[in-house]
Every structure is written in structure tokens, then in C-alpha cells.
């Protein structure tokens, strides 16, 4: 039967024998013409739904495609569209943040940026929140509509759609400039960030001549040292001079005698200089004064220099948190939302800390079971991280996926989870026209898709449509009938959660 979103499927019931020897025939063609195609590419592609939970349910269909050799998952099944895709990718890098969520046991004041809990966060989340305003949490809803989660809050502030950052960028603006030094937490910002780090005239970072290591000023000594020396107290603001190097894009140096230069704190204060209230009132259409009424609560609720005992431990006490949804964060200005809300935790301390804003799982450092586990020391005192290579010498430069991850994007890394947060949308496009320099586009041999529906979850539903048409063989897991299905070649009848013994 012609396959098409406006076409009968022509469905044939047939045993379950019948339709493994098909899909048997298929791969093992596939595997007799080589696993890569002329291009390069898997000739097995798969997309999963569900964010990634399937693979607890799946049996032993993940060991089967791990055995199988490659398989090409950049297709996805929507993302950068419906998932928390700059969180991913940012928190990840910044705080080993897969997700983000607020402590919600003890958190004192949440600012959520269109997070939609009450409808999404599932009977536990529901609970909690349930929970922390029966003891008197306050929640802000910021959001352009009212949704239920608006309804249960303390406070529904509305806002133009997708302007988001303008808003968080004047609560920045607000808490370094209307409010004293005093009110930030300064130990976290000179000790845990890179706040006090000299910046050259070329904007990266002035460098020691012998380790190369970042340089501060240290208050003690009155004198430039590097940012990992014991017993010092780091500038956190000013203008010193000092004589250094300076290493840019690929390895570029230059050396620096005597110059003037300043922390990034200063430069951070300066950027964000013209980022008013009333700058970002004429955007979000929030009245300024709203914006630093909500920037001071953010402030008092803050218990700057306070600690909690959590098990016998000692810990700071911030108990303030942001989230954005999902629409915040991913889409154009999902970046500038996410260092907005990460910039905003690090002025009071609150990342990371009991009360404050956590990150809760990591997917693309390894190894992935324990997020301590994946912390490892990297350069200049931040956490390592596994960037593909952007050096000429070992650039990816004939990406295994379809959408190009290990070429195109560094942050995306290389693990199994990586394919998930490349450009999916890119694997699609070159379905209608292949893009200069990048392989010749094909389609897969074998096309397995396991609870999700792409035809409908991405954002050009028509074309996504029009190119899964033309897939030669597709095969689809599921328990009812939707637009990606619709155009399945085998259909494989799925239990629901409540229906298969894989739950337990």
C-alpha cells in the first residue's frame, strides 16, 4: 500500500512468526550490504519516545541494537521541539544538570518560568508541591496563559510569550545594581565560580607564563596569583595591573606586560548594565516595577550566610529556586533563559545547596548511574567535560549520524545519549535536500520507532510526514494508533505500562 498521512495503510493482520522473519529479512540485508551506506550512515535507525524512559521497559530490544553495531538515532522523536533541550546541554555542562528542579522540600520562594507541574509533573510532583505550600512555599507563576499550575500558585504574573530572558536578565540587572554587595552571597561567587578570574584584553581568560593557569587577584598578597593557590582571598571586583598571557581559538597566545585588566565579575556588571527593568518591560510586557518587587523577594528569601543540617552535615541554605519549562528552554532564547536562571542561582549561592536550584541526573557524562561519579577535575577549576573535538586536527569531520552531532555541535559529547541532543531537525531537512559539505543524504534501510510520534511532535508535521513516507521499511512497538504509525510497514502491538510485567 502507498504510504502517506492521507493514505489507507492497508493493515493485514499476520502472527507474530510472520512479521519477525520480515523484519529478520530486511536487517539481514542490511547487514549483508555493510551496516554504513555509501555515505557513511547506519543503515538501522531508531527513535524512542517517553524521554528516554522506555529503555526501562524495553526488554531486550537496547541489548539487540547495542549487539546490532551502529544504529542511527538522530532522526529523535522531537526534541529541541518538546524537551528541556538547553537545559540538557547547559546544565550539563555548567552544574552535571541532565534536569533541573527546584528543592522543593525546602525551598522557601520558586520562580517558575511557564513550568507547567500540576499537569506534567506526575503524582509524585504534584505531591510535593502540594506538600511545600501546605508548610508555606511561595510560587510565582510566570507565564502567558493561566494553566493550572498559574491557578496554584501564590502569584500568576503574565508575559509575553518567549520573552523570558529579558525578564530573568533584568532581575540580574536589579540585584547588581539596586541592591549593595552585601545582599549576594560573595564567599560562593569568589570560591565557587569563576567570577574573580582576570580577563585578558582579547576576552579570554589572563593566563600564569609558567602553568598556564587562570590568574585572580588575591587580596592578601596585593599581587596576581593562580586561581587554585591556597589560603588567599580573591578579588571580586577592580582594575589591577598585571602581566600574563593570554591563549585564544586554536592555541592562538599572546603575551601581555604590565596591562590593565579586570575580573569577569566587573565585566559581567557592565554587560548587563543596560538590561533595566524598563528595558525589559517594553519585551515581556511585565511592568517594571513587578520585576524588582519579584528580584528583592528573590533577595530576602535567599538566607544569605545561612546553613541547614542535612544528615549530620553542615550545608548553605538558599532557599530560592527557578525552573523553566519547556518551551523557555528550548527554541530560540533557550540559551539566554538558561544562563539567566543559572546566573541568577550563582549571585545568592543557590545552585546545588539544600533549598536551592538541582540538578537531578546526568545523560551525556559518564558514567550515568550517579552524578558524583561523573565529576571529574578538569582545566582552569571547572568540571571536565567530554566536548567533541574542535581542533583541525581532530574534528569529526564525517559525523556517523544523519544530523551531524559529533561535527556540528561540541556540547552534545559522544554518548549513547548524544545522538538524542544533536540537531534532530537537520537528519529531517537533509530528507528533501542535502546540505553542502555534508554526505550525500539517504534514508535507512530499517527505521525502528518505540513510543513516539514524530510526525506530530516535531515542528514541520507536514514535511516530517512526507519524508517518514518514503522510508523503504519501518517498523513501529505501540499500543494505539497515531500519525507515525499510520505509515508503519510492520506494526508490533505494545502492552501499556499497567498491562506488562517489565514495570516491576
Known sequence: AKKGRGEDPGFEPISWDEALDMIAARLNKARADGLLDASGFPRVAASFGGGGTPTSYMGSFPAFLSAWGPVDMSFGSGQGVKCYHSEHLYGELWHRAFTVSPDTPL????????????????????????????????????????????????????????????????????????????????????????????????????????????????????????????????????????????????????????????????????????????????????????????????LDHAHIGETIDIDGMELPYRPVAISLGKTVNNGWGGYECCWGRTMLTCLVGALEVPGGTLGTTVRLNRPADNRW??????????????????????????????????????????????????????AWMMQQKGFENLPEPTRPDVWFVYRTNPAISFWDTRAIADAMANFPFTVCFAYTHDETNHMADILLPECTDLEGLQLI
Open 107 to 298: 525551598a522557601e520562594l520558586i520562580l517558575s518560568f511557564g513550568t507547567n507541574t500540576e499537569a506534567s509533573g506526575g503524582v509524585c510532583g504534584v505531591k510535593r508541591h502540594a506538600d511545600a505550600r501546605a508548610r508555606g512555599v511561595k510560587r510565582i507563576q510566570i507565564e502567558p496563559h493561566l494553566s493550572v499550575t498559574g491557578a496554584c500558585s501564590a502569584r500568576w504574573v503574565p508575559i509575553k510569550p518567549k520573552t523570558d530572558a529579558a525578564f530573568l536578565f533584568a532581575m540580574i540587572h536589579t540585584l547588581l545594581h539596586e541592591h549593595g554587595r552585601e545582599r549576594l552571597d560573595i564567599c560562593f561567587l569568589k570560591h565557587r565560580t569563576s567570577s574573580p578570574y582576570l580577563v585578558a584584553p582579547n576576552g579570554f581568560y589572563l593566563r600564569d607564563e609558567k602553568t598556564g593557569k587562570p590568574l585572580l587577584w588575591d587580596l592578601k598578597t596585593k599581587k596576581a596569583v593562580v586561581y587554585d593557590q591556597k589560603n588567599i582571598d580573591p578579588a571580586l571586583e577592580g582594575e589591577f595591573a598585571v602581566s600574563g598571557i593570554e591563549t585564544g581559538a586554536d592555541d592562538e597566545k599572546w603575551t601581555h606586560r604590565n596591562i590593565t585588566v579586570r575580573t569577569a565579575f566587573s565585566h559581567l556588571v557592565d554587560h548587563v548594565s543596560r538590561f533595566t527593568p524598563e528595558w525589559a518591560a517594553k519585551i515581556c510586557d511585565v511592568a517594571p516595577d513587578v520585576i524588582r518587587e519579584i528580584a528583592g523577594e528573590f
Open 373 to 426: 561519579s561523573s565529576v571529574r577535575p578538569g582545566p582552569d577549576g571547572f568540571m571536565d567535560y567530554p566536548m567533541n573535538p574542535t581542533s583541525k586536527e581532530d574534528w569529526v569531520s564525517n559525523s556517523p549520524s544523519r544530523h551531524a552531532h559529533q561535527t556540528l555541535v561540541p556540547l552534545a559529547a559522544n554518548s549513547p545519549w548524544s545522538q538524542a541532543l544533536g540537531p534532530t531537525h537537520l
